[in-house]
């Protein structure tokens, strides 16, 4: 017997290749296949290179299951399941490393793909997605059986989402975040060749994927991709170029490193005003409330800085998305936890007091971080609130609120105003500008939407925890 | 012939960019192309594409229907 499914909904941010649709049901993630697309897939699922990518993680665990979609009949030849993400994220929310190695990943993929006679349809970041620090590229629709002497369609999108936002760090120490996420097509060359004169011309690949690309799509642009594919074909282009051509690309992509400078956020554990013990209690603290949870799969760590208390989560949870407003101190994070091989720990880039926006089309083509975060069953919010309440001028009221969208447990350290680092931030500020900045107020107003399971205040003196547990 | 255009609008400048990125052998398809364009342009053309593209257009502002006409 066939089980009852609810009717899967389709997923905002897949409409692009009308050959294929993502829904979303009961925590599944289908696919569903058009006719053309069905018999590529085919193609792909018997081939040596797809069992390879599956046995390696790199492409999303996919198997096709007997399920029907909605959509007008014969709309979907075949369903694909995939298995979940516990956390999407976008490519305005990586750090400069994982940038790199969401691209070196595309294009190791196209090689692959190339080898064993298929090609990609595209070449977005938005393609890419982590399992903690781990890329894996989600589109199984994306790969198709190549033809003779075809270029590869996604080489302008691979280069306007991935590598012109590389280039921009290595080359101008510039964070390419902001064009990201105002831009869901990416950088464009001729924003790119603006940026990028004088001397500048002589970094590494500006002149060929940045100048010569510009110029080159300005003097085309009244021709159709059609009759220059045929001119292409004609002229000898071959399958043999596209794999040079991605070969060359990967070699640009490995020398666009970026060598993050020194931030104050970076020795932060040595700078800070913790004492030994106030930490053991901290960790003490943290760890009860997670024992105590409902539901630990996703929790949020935000204000991650180096990680410490993700990690810490992780021991206990299914998942830990660790959200940090510094690039660098992510960016380090991340290379650490690349090397430790972890898979259940996502760091990702974030000014809390600014989170990602929706974006694209009807603006749900890319979900908004409070839309994402509010799956969380956790929320830990360690030394961020007076960031937020004093650094930002954010009532505590709005916060207390914010705090409400997220994990149905919350993990909240609140800064006294006579602590060193809430002192700091205070300096800047005009006295008593902040009347109501004091843990009594802000323990009032999180117990209204809250029940406060917890609260204790650090051996210091100056920072007290609060545990609470959303009432639904 | 099967149409071979993707879903994605590739860029049709991209395409050729994409054969420089690729080295020597991709440089000589891409001036193997050019070449063809400009000789292209002087080649006395068939009554059927002379009905097509009246005038001889530069290169650079060639219509798509002048850029087959390439083709031989």
Known sequence: ?????????????????????????????????????????????????????????????????????????????????????????????????????????????????????????????????????????IDVGSFEPAKPGEPWAGYRQFCQTL????????????????????????????????????????????????????????????????????????AGFNTELVIAAAKATAKLVAKLDWAPPATHWGDYRETCSYSEDDRAAKQRFVDSA??????????????????????????????????????????????QLRAEGEKRILPIVMDLADPSPGGGWASHERASFADRAAKAD??????????????????????????????????????????????????????????????????RLLGERFDIAKRETLPGGTRTLVAGVRRD | MESHLAYLDAGSGSLIVQALVAGTAGVVVAAKLYWRRVTGMFRRKTPAEATVGTTAAPVETATPAAATADKD
Do not use: C
Not at chain 1, 34 to 52: I, P, V
Not at chain 1, 93 to 116: F, G, I, K, N, Y
Not at chain 1, 313 to 334: F, H, N, Q, R, S
């Open chain 1, 1 to 137: 017997m066939t089980p009852e499914h609810t009717r899967p909904v389709a997923e905002p941010g897949s409409f692009r290749d009308p050959q294929t649709r993502v829904f979303h049901a009961d925590g599944e993630v289908l696919r569903g296949l058009g006719a053309q697309a069905a018999q590529d897939w085919k193609a792909l699922r018997d081939s040596e290179f797809f069992a390879r990518t599956q046995a390696d993680r790199t492409v999303t665990a996919t198997e096709e299951i007997d399920r029907e979609l909605p959509g007008e009949p014969g709309t979907w030849s075949t369903t694909l399941r995939h298995e979940p993400l516990p956390f999407v994220t976008y490519p305005y929310e990586w750090s400069h490393t994982m940038r790199q190695d969401a691209a070196r990943l595309h294009l190791d993929l196209l090689r692959q793909a190339l080898a064993a006679g298929f090609t990609m349809k595209d070449g977005s970041a938005y393609n890419l997605q982590w399992r903690g620090a781990a890329p894996e590229f």
């Open chain 1, 378 to 443: 956790v929320t830990l919010a360690l030394a961020l609130v007076h960031h937020l309440a004093i650094g930002r001028n954010v009532p505590l009221p709005a916060i207390v609120d914010w705090l409400a969208g997220m994990g149905h447990t919350v993990v909240v350290e609140f800064v006294h105003a006579e602590d060193p680092m809430a002192r700091k931030l205070l300096a800047n500020k005009p006295d008593g500008l902040f009347p109501d900045y004091h843990v009594e107020t802000f323990v």
């Open chain 1, 163 to 234: 590598l012109y936002p590389l280039m921009l760090q290595a080359h101008l120490d510039l964070d390419p975040r902001a064009l990201l996420r105002s831009q869901i097509d990416g950088v464009e060359p001729a924003q790119m060749r603006r940026l990028l004169g004088g001397t500048k011309r002589l970094a590494a690949g500006v002149l060929k994927h940045v100048h010569l690309h510009d110029s080159i799509q300005s003097r085309n642009a009244d021709r159709s991709t059609g009759a220059v594919r045929d001119q292409l074909r004609d």
């Open chain 1, 290 to 335: 997670l024992e105590a949870a409902d539901k630990t799969d996703l929790v949020l760590d935000l204000g991650a800085n180096d990680g410490v208390f993700s990690r810490q989560a992780a021991a206990k949870a299914g998942y830990v998305v660790a959200v940090e407003a510094d690039p660098a101190v992510v960016d380090t994070l991340y290379r």
